[in-house]
C-alpha cells in the first residue's frame, strides 16, 4: 500500500511558522517529483511549492515566495515545507502529491501520490 502521510498542521497566529512534513510509505520517493498543494474552503486547489526529484530545483507560488521553502530527506523518504511569516490567506488544506520517477514538477494536478492533506489556521 503506497501512502503519503502530512503532518504539521495546526493553529498559527499571523506572523508565526509551521513546519508541515510529507512520509511515504509502501515504496521509496526518491525518484519523484514532489510538490505541496493547498486547498481553501470554497476555493480551487492551488500549487504552492514542487521540487524536484535531486533536489536541484525548487518552485514556488509567487504568494509565497520568500515565506516558504520545500525541501525533502532521500534517506527519511520525506519531504518538507517549511512556513513563516504565515498570513489568514495561508489558511487552507495541505497536501502533498507525488508525480510519476523521473518527471518535471508540475504546477497542474498531474500527480499519481496524493496524501490526504493537514488543516493550518493563520488567525490574525
Known amino acids: 500500500q503506497v501512502q503519503l502521510v502530512e503532518s504539521g498542521g495546526g493553529l498559527v497566529q499571523a506572523g508565526g511558522s509551521l513546519r508541515l512534513s510529507c512520509a511515504g510509505s509502501?515504496?521509496?520517493?526518491?525518484?519523484?517529483?514532489m510538490a505541496w498543494f493547498r486547498q481553501a474552503p470554497g476555493k480551487v486547489r492551488e500549487f504552492v511549492s514542487g521540487?524536484?526529484?535531486?533536489?536541484?530545483?525548487?518552485y514556488y507560488a509567487d504568494s509565497v515566495k520568500g515565506r516558504f521553502t520545500i525541501s525533502r530527506d532521500s534517506a527519511k523518504n520525506a519531504v518538507y515545507l517549511e512556513m513563516n511569516s504565515l498570513k489568514p490567506e495561508d489558511t487552507a488544506i495541505y497536501y502533498c502529491?507525488?508525480?510519476?520517477?523521473?518527471?518535471?514538477?508540475?504546477?497542474?494536478?498531474?500527480?499519481?501520490?496524493w496524501g490526504q492533506g493537514t488543516q493550518v489556521t493563520v488567525s490574525s
Open positions: 509502501g515504496r521509496t520517493f526518491s525518484t519523484n517529483p
Open positions: 502529491a507525488a508525480r510519476r520517477a523521473f518527471a518535471a514538477v508540475a504546477r497542474n494536478y498531474d500527480y499519481d501520490y
Open positions: 521540487i524536484s526529484w535531486n533536489a536541484g530545483s525548487t
